[in-house]
Each structure stands twice: as structure tokens, then as C-alpha cells.
């Protein structure tokens, strides 16, 4: 896919660390809250209506209420492509992401920042904003706001500035890699599907993101090249942290994981040491499974 008009010369954001790797290789020769809904798309956007907001200023947030899809259609301001323009329905959002006990005020900033509609098939334009996780293709779904929240605010912990330096594994369509680029300093991702990096590429072209890197490859063996790495942050669910994520871990660094496979939780895993790793389970959680290998 592209969106680069006949004749104009390719823009180079985001850049993928395909590049940056040929060309490094070539020079060598706090109590969590509960879970208001899992993770399962078709599940979630059955149950869950978006949130709208009244005729009030942008800045003024009201109460999240239940509504249907079809009305939000109705009631979202639209430009020319189509697309979703309304700050106050992405406020109202973070609103109710904060009211499920997400505090950090740089991770509310950054979902404010983002918008999630750029990251979604037109057709599922009008739920961006709801409370969901929703499908990209692929049997890979986009996450719930709340989870990307509460996901980066445990890697943020404890965290006065940015993050140095944080790997994602699994790119999916790009959102959550376009959040974590406000919170940190340096954002690699990793993709296994390669139809969906470049989705991702795509998607995130048009935000000029300059700290953001993309590449495809197996998202288990995380990216040695650039390790060690402050935070990690999976979104696909394994039995287990694969180890070699574990050892490129900086000391003192943080990963986040969903864990398990029917019944899943959060992990977070803190390295204490160049040989000690401290597990603690967080909360419950549903994702799509973690896979080894590559996708062309």
C-alpha cells in the first residue's frame, strides 16, 4: 500500500529499522484496577457503545454515556476524507480512561495526542473512540484505550521524564507505537505480519513521527542491535516471557506482558540484576496469542 502521489519523492517518516540495522550491519562487516471488558473484538463492540460528549466547549468533559454506534455516525464531524475530527469525543475518551484509574498525566497526554481513528478501516471510523478493542485483519485486533493507558503508565512507573529507550512487540496498526513515541525518548516496533507493518507504516506516515521505528521480524526474539531496552511492552499473550526479551532488559528496566493463554493476566517484570529478574502479577487481561516467525 501507499499513499505517495505519482512523481513525489517517498517520505522517510517513520523510517524502518530495517534500514538502520542494514546499514549498522553493513559498517561492521499502587493497586491496579479491575478490567471493564476483555479484549475480544467482536465481543466488546457488541456490549460496549461509544461515549459522547454534549454541545459543551471542547475543554469541558462530561460524564461518559452509553450510546449507539450508529449514532456517534451521526453525530462525528467529518472532513473531506472522511475521516474522524472531533477533539472533544477523543477527550471524552481519556476522560474515561482516567476515571478507570489511569493517572499519569504524560499518558493521558499522549492518548489526547493520538488519533486512534487514523489507525482504523473507515468502516470502524465512527467506534474509535469507544471502549473496545476492534479488528485491523489478520485475526489481530487494535486495543481497547484503556489497556494501552494502563499497559504504559505500569512501564512508566516510578518514571519522572521520558523513557529512554522502548521496544514493542507487535505493531499491529500502529497505535499503540504512536503513544509510546510521546512517552519515550526511542520507540522500536516489531511486527511478524508483514501485511501489517506495513499498515502500520502507512498509518503512521501521515504523523511525521521522527523517534519511531518499524520492523519486520520475529517479535520474540526482540532486537538485539539496538537492546538494552528501559521497557518493553508486549501485545500478544504468551505462556511465557520469552527469554531472550528477558536478557535485553537493562538493569532496572521494566516489561509488560500479558500472560497465559484461555485466562490470561499482566506481568510485569522488573530486572534487578544482570542475572535477577522480580515477577508480579497485576491483573486480568485478554489479548490475541504470541507467535514465533514471520508472516510475508
Known sequence: MSDQPSGAKPKRFPLTLDAVTDKATRSRATVAPRFNSTQTAVKNVAARAPVLVKSSPPSVLNTPTEKSVANVANTVKRDDNMTLVSDAIRKAMVKRVQQQGVQDPLVLAAMEAVPRHYFLE?????????????????????SQPYIVARMIEILREQTTGKLNRVLEIGTGCGYQAAVLAHVAKDVYSIERIKPLHELARNNLR????PNLRLHYGDGM??????????????AAAGLEVPQALLDQMAVGGRLIAPIGE????LKLVLRTGVFEWKTETLETCHFVPLKAGTLG
Open 206 to 209: 501521515q504523523l511525521r513521527i
Open 262 to 265: 484461555k485466562n490470561q493476566v
Open 221 to 234: 526474539l526482540g532486537f538485539p542491535q539496538v537492546a538494552p531496552f528501559d521497557g518493553i511492552i508486549l
Open 122 to 142: 473507515p468502516g470502524l471510523a465512527s467506534q474509535a473512540y469507544i471502549d473496545a478493542s476492534l479488528p485491523i485483519g489478520y485475526h489481530q485486533t487494535i
